[in-house]
């Protein structure tokens, strides 16, 4: 009963749109005091505990990498490099959005980010093109979520720590999902241009030579992207001193090859991160205040019991997981939703044989849904501010993206090969 009270208590703030910081905590905090005997200092050490983690110090390089390559030339040169492997497809442009944001949202580690950016490069060349307005901002609006599957990525971070997995297995295990998703956006793009005769006049024969220069130009941010995963791969670094040496990398090259940032530009670029990176610590410690209420009150123990009776089987369970994913994602913060329900569920999953890698990547996928789907969902909403198109526009847009993205989800949780085949081969079997 007292669990039910405090979840009723969690989600009536949310509803009332109070930063979900402050609703972990006070959730947390209340429940600990009331219904348990802990002591108002037990909370202090619960959040330095959280926070006392060395790999939650990738987060603030991986950001700052993301925000430097955004800030210079980096990205713009990916865009570039991937516009000409498929300029002589029917949708080409709506491809090249696809993997230009599948690429930008892995290195920026913002799905927000790579709707403004990606947008901003994509939008007027679509527009030229005479696309759609609308299936160009569903399209670039659903693809930006890419970003949260493909690594480096802060969610698979995040629900790694707070599971007690690899982050580098689950790293592994987000490529062959991230291509699915990519390819089956790219397919409907493609299906929807050759259906409609979108962008016809944009289309351009195969040029190798000039796929040469735009490789040659994207050169070092491959290399960049090459250096971060070969390393961590290979063992010779952590995922934590990864992001070290690639954020060393994207400052050699963007300030002293590519010229492109300054130190103007440096500092703003720092400030900025630490504002990202102490927000998601705050958010972190508030969780994992309410995650050790959890804990104590032995709910996962509780509903472990339950779902053996009503949930008797490792496929319904996995079907109770993706909705409860989709339905969560689309009204709470991804962080706090995994603090939340990852010690919950994980569990559970383990009990009834399911990989706990897999069912990471699940959580990713299902919760990043959560960003595109309406009425609540964060990106339509800065489509909207971006693009100035109606949010009814945006919505009837989204809708075949979400369906794709929909399907995809129980395609993964289904065949759970696609997601631990990487990683058993990398890094061998568990």
């Avoid at 993997?99 to 949202?105: K, L, R």
């Avoid at 929909?406 to 631990?420: D, G, N, S």
Wanted: hydrophobic residues 55%.
């Amino acid at each position: 009963m007292e669990s039910i009270i405090m979840l009723a208590i969690l989600f009536g703030l949310l509803l009332l749109r109070i930063p979900i910081y402050i609703c972990l905590y006070f959730t947390g905090v209340l429940g600990l005091l009331i219904f348990t005997d802990m002591e108002f200092i037990f909370v202090a050490q619960t959040v330095l505990q959280k926070i006392d983690n060395f790999s939650l110090i990738c987060i603030p390089f991986f950001i700052f990498m993301g925000s430097v390559m955004v800030r210079g030339q980096s990205a713009t040169r990916l865009v570039e490099f991937a516009w000409k492997f498929v300029s002589w497809l029917p949708g080409g442009l709506g491809i090249t959005s696809v993997i230009s944001s599948g690429v930008f949202g892995a290195i920026s580690g913002s799905a927000i980010s790579t709707v403004v950016t990606i947008g901003g490069v994509i939008f007027p060349h679509m527009d030229k093109y005479k696309y759609p307005k609308a299936f160009s901002v569903g399209l670039v609006t659903a693809a930006s979520i890419l970003g949260i599957i493909i690594p480096p990525s802060i969610i698979m971070i995040i629900c790694a720590l707070t599971a007690g997995e690899s982050v580098v297995r689950l790293f592994a295990a987000g490529y062959l999902p991230g291509g699915l998703i990519m390819l089956m956006l790219s397919l409907y793009a493609w299906w929807e241009s050759h259906r409609k005769g979108l962008g016809r006049e944009a289309l351009e024969r195969f040029d190798f030579k000039g796929l040469l220069i735009a490789g040659k130009n994207a050169f070092f941010a491959v290399l960049i992207i090459a250096v971060l995963f070969g390393g961590i791969y290979s063992g010779a670094f952590t995922v934590t001193e990864a992001s070290v040496v690639a954020c060393v990398l994207v400052l050699i090259v963007e300030m002293a090859i590519y010229r492109a940032v300054n130190l103007v530009d440096l500092k703003e670029l720092l400030i900025s991160t630490g504002v990202v990176s102490g927000a998601l610590v705050i958010t972190v410690s508030g969780a994992g205040v309410i995650s050790e209420y959890i804990i104590l009150q032995q709910i996962p123990q509780k509903l472990l019991e339950l779902a053996m009776i009503h949930i008797p089987n490792p496929s319904l369970f996995l079907v109770f997981t993706c909705i409860v994913l989709l339905i969560v994602g689309t009204f709470m913060d991804q962080i706090g939703a995994i603090m939340i329900l990852v010690p919950i569920m994980m569990p559970i999953a383990r009990h009834m044989g399911i990989d706990p890698i897999h069912y990471c990547l699940l959580f990713s996928v299902g919760l990043g849904i959560g960003y595109i789907t309406p009425p609540l969902g964060l990106l339509l909403y800065t489509a909207q501010a971006v693009t100035r198109v109606s949010f009814v526009q945006i919505t009837r847009a989204i809708t075949p993206a979400l369906l794709i993205y929909i399907v995809a989800l129980f395609v993964l949780a289904f065949v759970p090969w696609l997601t631990t085949f990487l990683p058993d081969l990398i890094l061998g079997p568990r």
